[in-house]
């Protein structure tokens, strides 16, 4: 992972809509093909508790846009950091494309940080979105030759636990 620092001109913001973060970036990452800029990063994620993500050990890392980072991770069945795990909040949003067409395009998943060990944990404000592509008969897919499966992820939260969620 390289250092992730992205010359914007002044007034320019990284805010791409759901469709957007389908469609231009988890699609050709998980096709294997190249997109420029490259500006998320792959970062493996479940070492880290969520507050660390802006500390320096994953700083200039992930694409950062005011408290929500986004990255690429590969997804794993334990989501689980030293101090706490990511718990997954029922259901999945479907993402449907804008261009007349309507169709299923992606899904976006939330998980929610849990300080503790499951399932005792405590909840916290810490946010994470999960995007995942699906294929042209509405199938999740991950794509790519080395079927490495690449999920783009926003996380957000605040620096201070508390007890309740905060969209």
Request: glycine share 8%; with cysteine; proline share 5%.
């Amino acid at each position: 992972m390289g250092n992730n620092t992205v010359n914007l001109p002044p007034g320019f913001r990284f805010c791409p809509t759901d469709e957007e973060l389908v469609v231009h970036f988890l699609r050709h990452e998980s096709s294997s093909l190249s997109y420029h800029p490259d500006i998320i990063p792959d970062l493996h994620l479940y070492p880290y508790d969520p507050w660390e993500l802006d500390a320096s050990c994953v700083a200039g890392k992930a694409m950062m846009e005011g408290k929500k980072w986004y990255y690429y991770s590969r997804r794993t069945q334990k989501r689980i950091t030293e101090n706490g795990y990511w718990k997954a909040w029922d259901g999945e949003e479907e993402i449907i494309s804008s261009n007349g067409d309507h169709k299923r395009i992606g899904v976006k998943k939330y998980y929610v940080f849990h300080i503790g060990e499951a399932p005792q944990g405590h909840k916290t404000n810490w946010i994470m979105e999960e995007f995942r592509v699906v294929d042209s008969n509405g199938a999740s897919t991950s794509g790519g030759k080395s079927k490495r499966r690449h999920h783009l992820r926003t996380s957000y939260g605040s620096y201070e636990v508390t007890f309740e969620v905060c969209l």
